[in-house]
């Protein structure tokens, strides 16, 4: 059989440029949440971020695709894939806002162990022992940083617990039944599950923004949410996933100068520790996703 060749050197930059600035801009939007949250009740934070993230992705989609924005070929999964990306923002800004940005984004690392301990029940996929082993090492990182029974415990960290199985999921669920949908649908209708959800809630604790830099913060996690969907969507489908996935840990850098700077937090030694052993378990598991993808190629 013929070898397949891999991608171009130029893709694969591009793919690499557009995930970190990807994660750059979530890094950002957690820093603008956490800022309102301190103000603004978290659901209205929350609802802010996904109806101004609907608006600008209208702004940019809506001219190219028209009315195919707006066509799904399974809705039921859909709203389901969009309820889990909402709980998961839910759960995670609930949590940031008493818990250092760099904290949270340790945590929630985990999510590629999760999907790939998940992966054999949902997706079918084998796991074998090698990646069974990242995963429990990169568990034993997460436990470090959260530090369960110890006086340093916070139980804010069990909102980003929640969060990053919310992802998970949300990513199981992306691939076992979002490979039939345009990725800018499936975007916009993640946006409208979002706006939607957080609406019942809303009445009961709107507080209307009364200075204009908040009404900036507020457009700009929109900004910030849709550039940054935009740009992981150029990294996927730029480059395989093995390639990608490993520079998601850059937002950990993000998280720690943000969270500095805006806040005055830095890491403490465990947050670091746990960070580096999630981080070394998963790039293992990249290794071996690129070894695998390798021998398909030679195939």
Known sequence: MTEKAPPPTDRILRAILSIIFSVLCFSVLNAMSKTLSQTYPVIEVIWGRYVFAFVFMMAIFLPRAGMALFRWHNVPSQIVRGLLLFFSSFLYFHGIVDMPLASAASISLTSPLIVTALSAKFLGEPVGPKRWAAVMVGFVGALIVVRPGSAHFEWHSLWIVGSTICSSLYQLFSRRYGQAERPDAS????????TVAA???????????????????????????????????????QAPAAVVAPFNYVQLLGAAALGYLVFGDFPDFWTWAGAGVIICSGLYLGHIERQRHKALIKK
């Open 199 to 237: 609406l019942p809630m809303l009445p009961f604790e709107w507080v209307t923004p009364a200075f204009g830099w908040h009404w900036v913060l507020f457009v700009g996690m929109g900004i910030m949410a849709g550039v940054g969907h935009y740009f992981l969507t150029i990294a996927y489908s």
């Open 187 to 194: 975007a916009t209708m993640a946006t409208i599950v979002g």
